[in-house]
Nanobody
Framework: QVQLVESGGGLVQFGGSLRLSCAAS????????LGWYRQTPGKQRELVAD???????NYAPSVKDRFTMSRDNAKNTVYLQMNSLKPEDTAVYYC???????????????WGQGTQVTVSS
């Protein structure tokens, strides 16, 4: 089981940028696919981006071309660079570790505690 700890959330103005980090421990980081999710009150948690073990990424249409997900296996860390932020990006962001079944979407098996991102208008 991998343990995940997010950091980097905060308050930012419309159009600003933030970089979220997620540090992993407890297992072989490079063997996991990873995902960033977000959730607002009363709504389901949604997948924002995922990255597989070789670095291929997928993004939700709402963040494509604004967010970039990357991983550093040497540091056991995954990142989410968020640019051109909008108020609708306000949410708790969660890091996850999981796997990508052959031919199927990313499937999370471990979660971090979440970090709040607030974008003011």
């Amino acid at each position: 089981q991998v343990q995940l700890v997010e950091s980097g959330g905060g308050l930012v103005q419309f159009g600003g940028s933030l970089r979220l980090s997620c540090a992993a421990s407890g297992s072989i980081f490079s063997l996991y696919a990873l995902g960033w999710y977000r959730q607002t009150p009363g709504k389901q948690r949604e997948l924002v981006a995922d990255i597989d073990t070789i670095g291929s990424t997928n993004y939700a249409p709402s963040v494509k071309d604004r967010f970039t997900m990357s991983r550093d296996n040497a540091k056991n860390t995954v990142y989410l660079q968020m640019n051109s932020l909008k108020p609708e990006d306000t949410a708790v962001y969660y890091c996850s570790a999981g796997y990508v079944p052959h031919g199927d979407p990313y499937y999370p098996t471990s979660w971090g505690q979440g970090t709040q991102v607030t974008v003011s208008s």
